[in-house]
């Protein structure tokens, strides 16, 4: 299940929406925006230093005109990446259509009653993404059939403006006729297409994410979270840092560097990986793992699961 010439398939299934998402995501460095760490360098005498900078911008004015006229495709690129993942994911479970082909609605709804057993990859070790991506697939559908086959709106500089009707027809007969009067953010159009994109890639290549992969999945769900309604991964304001330290020392004080985050995020939620450099080697701590570290940290074998090199 899931062999390199199924994966191959999906490839092929996507690749062009795939690479017109990766286009558009690069232009306005969308991943940037919502991914990125704000990095600082911390010696053993405290001292504070960003090299960072973002690129200037986001994309020039004429690429940020470029992808708001494309929003409507990227929007329904974004649904065929995901309605094509949970196609391959059916079929790969053995799960066949009860006609010709399947139709949205009965994917969506062999999905809904669990079919899939076995899913791939992320899909698999992170429940709350696989939740994410069913999600968009089933409150992405509408709108897009909308776009496809009827009058549903328009297409602004700051997004979709949705104003269209139609039957529910996950319900019972007889379907309930729903108005969708909603207004769909571009960036958020955006963050969702290439939550999408990753999510395939990583699928396709056949490879479980590491802890920074994950990180940046989560992020970029939360910034889709109107789309897709799932719980959010981080709190709506929260900050994220990279801090490189460097020391002579045999150990570090976390606590400081806490606080001193603390009043960095002004007070706000913050996350923040760890990179450590001394004489006798480096180490990498992801952010989900400092809450568990010992104050004051010692560089010593306790934390041999995170070293990177040996200096």
Known sequence: MYDANEREDLRERVGYEARVIELCAHTIQIHDKYCGWQLWQ???GDHWSSP????????DDRAQALVSELHPLIFIAT????DQVVEWCLVANGIAPDHKSFSFREKILKVQRGSVSQWPGVLSSHK???DVVISLHNNMRQKRNAIIHQPWGNATSKGLEFDYNYDDDLQSKPYPKIHDPDIVAGDIIMAAAVLSNE?????VKGISPNTKQVNSLCRLADACQPIHGCQRFFPIDCKFFAIERTTSQPEIDINSIKAKLQTKSNGKPFQFTLSIVSGSGK????????QSLSNPLRLDTSLDSFRVSQI
């Open 79 to 82: 649904f065929k990446i995901v």
């Open 42 to 44: 911390v010696d053993d």
């Open 52 to 59: 960072q900078s973002l690129q200037n911008g986001l994309g």
């Open 283 to 290: 180490w990498s701590i992801p952010a989900a793992e400092i």
């Open 199 to 203: 999510v395939q890639e990583l699928v």
């Open 128 to 130: 709350p993404l696989r």
